[in-house]
């Protein structure tokens, strides 16, 4: 609906927007201040969100996300300010409004302390007798105001939707520095940490890996690996792509730490960590870890940091909950057997990785591209 205004409304140290349909009927508002939204009827759901949208172009960080559907009810009936009363000026007191009924009869009040004047003295009976239900506005009483697309509230009130409006509070995110290419986390490769530590990157790292190359078959680091297990974890990341999942990979944090590839996607968000263990047989089991024939050994899967420290550098730009779940990817593995893992924790080979691709129901694609936004610029983690 394109003919929709939204107009600006301060009072009463309030800050809203309305959106009124074309007649001046108004459907819904945004409270600036609380970070609230009410919809006075589901059938303008969409409509308040879209007009709204084209008003303020930071409304994904006011509303974050559609408003929900509303009980269905009967359509909001404007409401009209209460009248106001009668100021005496030197003059009787008029007769008001007939309260319901228009055959209702309203007696003329005797005034105590000052003669009727003399236009009240000359009026017929039969004219004071019966009133018409709306009094026009005479000399020394305020002018009523009209009624608008919704009344002033009242200060120690506030807003009262109609029934049937359900209020959405969403939280006030901070506000996140602009994208620069300095600062843009896209762009990263997998394993940047490990690049840096082997020299692969800089000025000469084409002829670095071209001699690295030559004599692969007597490098025994370990790091070249699992450098290679991050790349190619990242590859098999950047397949689900085409479903709909956006991917980032080595997120630097403060400490000098890395998230090594964080997956965001209408299933939600995945701080995705990547293990290198070659010709290994690994078994997972409640809280240890099996190598080949080795005794178990403890193993901690839902302390690691990743998730935690995701979710709330994310949850702080956002205006909507942003849950993280951990995903550990074991590469070079023969053999992997995962018989228990704590809640929110998923165990991968790295061609499993794909198993990820058709959840959904967790993220709209409104939220995926506000998380995406927030989780490449490298500002929003620096306190995380």
Known sequence: MQDLKVTSWQLFGHDRLYVNLPDGTAIGWADRGSGTITVLHPRYRDAVTDALARQV?????????????VPPGPPPVPRIPPMRGLRRRGAAKEPGPLPDAPDAQVPVPEPAEAPQPAAARRAAPEQTAALPAVSEPVAGREAEPEPGPEPE???ESGPRPEPGAAPVTMRRPAVLPALTPANDLSQRRPGNQLREQLGETGAGAFVRVATGALRRHKDT??????????RR?????????RHGWRVLHSVPLPDGTEIGHLLIGPGGVFAVSTEHRPGASVRIEDGTLRVDDEAPQPYELDGRPGARRAREALEAYCAFDVPVQTVLVLTGVTALEVVAVPAGVSVYREREVSALAPLAGVLTATQVERVYDVARNAEAWLEA
């Open 57 to 69: 172009p930071d409304l994904p960080a006011l509303v974050g996300e559609e408003a929900p559907a």
């Open 153 to 155: 509230p009242a200060p």
């Open 221 to 230: 680091d370990p790091r070249r690996g699992a450098l290679a297990g991050e």
């Open 233 to 241: 974890v990242g590859a098999e990341l950047k397949r689900l792509t």
